[in-house]
Structures are given as structure tokens and as C-alpha cells.
């Protein structure tokens, strides 16, 4: 693939894991998953799971770009 397919890692989130992991880790004061789930009507525990999801589906996009990248610049 050329270098340009590499895609950001959030590529690989749905809507919801976007904002819950936007919310929870790229704001200045990060959200409480308390908070996130009051306001998305789910447990607080609903919330971990979702965002413990999304970071195993970034680390999963960003171990294949990997492969992909050493490949490309083989």
C-alpha cells in the first residue's frame, strides 16, 4: 500500500468510542466515566468496557500500519 492509506487510529472507532476516548483521555480536564455515563444513559462499568474496546481496536490498526509501513519502506 502507498504511504498515503496509513490511517489514523481513530479510523478504526466507531462514533462512540471516538467520543467516549476524546472525552476521557484528549481534553484538558478528562471526563469521569461517571459523567459520560450519565450522559450516554449507561453504567459507568458500560463505559470502561467501550473505552478499554477502543484501545485494543487502536492498538490492533496501529500494529498492522506497522507491519504495513516496514513493509512499504522494506
Known amino acids: 500500500k502507498a504511504a498515503g492509506s496509513i490511517e489514523s487510529p481513530f479510523g478504526a472507532l466507531t462514533e462512540r468510542e471516538r467520543y467516549i476516548v476524546t472525552e476521557r483521555k484528549l481534553r484538558e480536564e478528562p471526563r469521569t466515566l461517571e459523567s459520560l455515563g450519565e450522559e450516554l ?21 496501529l500494529e498492522g500500519q506497522t507491519r504495513e509501513v516496514v513493509h512499504f519502506l522494506g
Open 41 to 61: 444513559r449507561l453504567s459507568k462499568e458500560r463505559v470502561r468496557q467501550l473505552e478499554a474496546a477502543a484501545f485494543q481496536k487502536m492498538r490492533r490498526s
